[in-house]
């Protein structure tokens, strides 16, 4: 049920919410069991070859000319991008059996990317639990008309310039910031391990960043680590905001949410270009990720055929990354209104 890059060209949606019958049990039992199978070839090669990926990255850097850097840095980030990816799979422990060796490699990867894992890997865990449900998904929560009245002249100006002008490549910066770093933002229980991840960045930053600049100088810490960086949350922001958003998408209160909806109708398959899918892991098959976090990268293509084949009339219409597709998202979800619809900044106002 491939669409085009805009889903406006057809107006495709689900053509049925989930039944009320239907649990998220049903679904994940639907699907066949190879795909929970974690393959420890398949988990190291994936290690193996993104290393050598982004080691590739680098060298092209150091070599390239400077009318070649914008490539290199697009390369190198989105490289970069895959670490995150293979984090992001230990922190649902679908990386290797063993948790040890879950944490100890998802610290390594996301080490370089400033990212305290055990701090991100709750939070997100959150987020798998409650997606889509209206003002407790942490990952992603649309603008509330209510919020934008009552944050006073300068916090309009703010939300209208980051949703306006479409910024959302930022976006994970701002997440990234705010709420990974703060052990008090977490549980007491949880507080111990934030505290860990968040000295391992640090040490990491306190010994690589000085030598970095010592070496290379400002311009070397510029070109071999911020802009790769920046690359990096670029993609980051754009599967986050991609796969949560769009204008028929909605974001439901508790009372209202449906597991099954919020896994299967709100969640969204965007294809990629293909080496974009390859250096990260094909994080962009999201909706069986959803369905069940259990399922490792390399088997996720498997498990969203299964999905296609029994809950076809369940899922979003796919769509492909375009600057259309961010242009049509950006142009039309702005802010969010009680009723759980996205209204654009024009229409707003124009019911002023």
């Known amino acids: 049920m491939t669409t085009s890059a805009v889903n406006t060209e057809n107006n495709s949606q689900p053509s049925q919410p989930a ?47 400077w009318y070649l850097l914008p490539f290199a840095w697009i390369y190198t980030g989105t490289a970069a991008t895959g670490f995150f990816v293979i984090g992001h799979d230990c ?5 290797a059996k063993n948790r040890w060796v879950n944490d100890v490699v998802g610290h390594i990867f996301m080490m370089p990317l400033i990212y305290p894992f055990h701090g991100w890997r709750i939070k997100h865990n959150y987020h798998h639990a409650h997606t889509n449900k209206r003002l407790v998904d942490n990952a992603w929560q649309p603008v509330g008309t209510e919020v934008y009245e009552n944050s006073g002249v300068l916090g309009k100006w703010a939300f209208k310039r980051f949703l306006y002008n479409r910024l959302w490549w930022i976006g994970s910066i701002v997440h ?58 670029f993609w980051m922001s754009t599967f986050t905001y991609v796969h949560h958003t769009a204008p028929d998408i909605a974001f439901v209160p508790a009372s209202e ?16 270009p293909k080496w974009v899918e390859f250096l990260c892991h094909d994080i962009n098959v999201h909706v069986p990720h959803h369905v069940s976090t259990a399922i490792p990268s390399y088997n996720l293509r498997m498990a ?49």
């Open 91 to 95: 922190a649902h422990r679908s990386f």
């Open 19 to 65: 039944d009320s019958e239907v649990k998220l049990t049903d679904v994940i039992k639907s699907l066949p069991q190879e795909c929970f199978a974690q393959d420890k070839g398949k988990a190291w090669f994936s290690v193996i070859s993104n290393v050598l990926a982004v080691i590739l990255g680098y060298f092209f850097l150091a070599i390239a000319p």
């Open 176 to 233: 990234w910031a705010l709420h990974h770093f703060n052990p008090n933002l977490y549980r007491e229980q949880d507080r111990a391990d934030v505290k860990l991840s968040v000295a391992v960045v640090a040490l990491f930053a306190a010994v690589c960043f000085p030598t970095l600049i010592a070496t290379t100088g400002i311009w070397g810490f510029i070109k071999f680590w911020f802009i790769p960086w920046m690359v990096y949350h």
């Open 304 to 352: 969203y055929k299964s999905l296609q084949e029994q809950w076809g009339s369940y899922l979003y219409p796919e769509c492909t990354f375009s600057v259309s597709l961010m242009k049509y998202i950006t142009d039309r979800c702005h802010l969010y209104t009680p009723e759980n619809e996205y209204i654009s900044f024009k229409d707003y106002y124009a019911k002023q």
């Open 257 to 272: 949410w449906n597991a099954v909806t919020a896994q299967l109708s709100g969640t969204v398959h965007c294809n990629y």
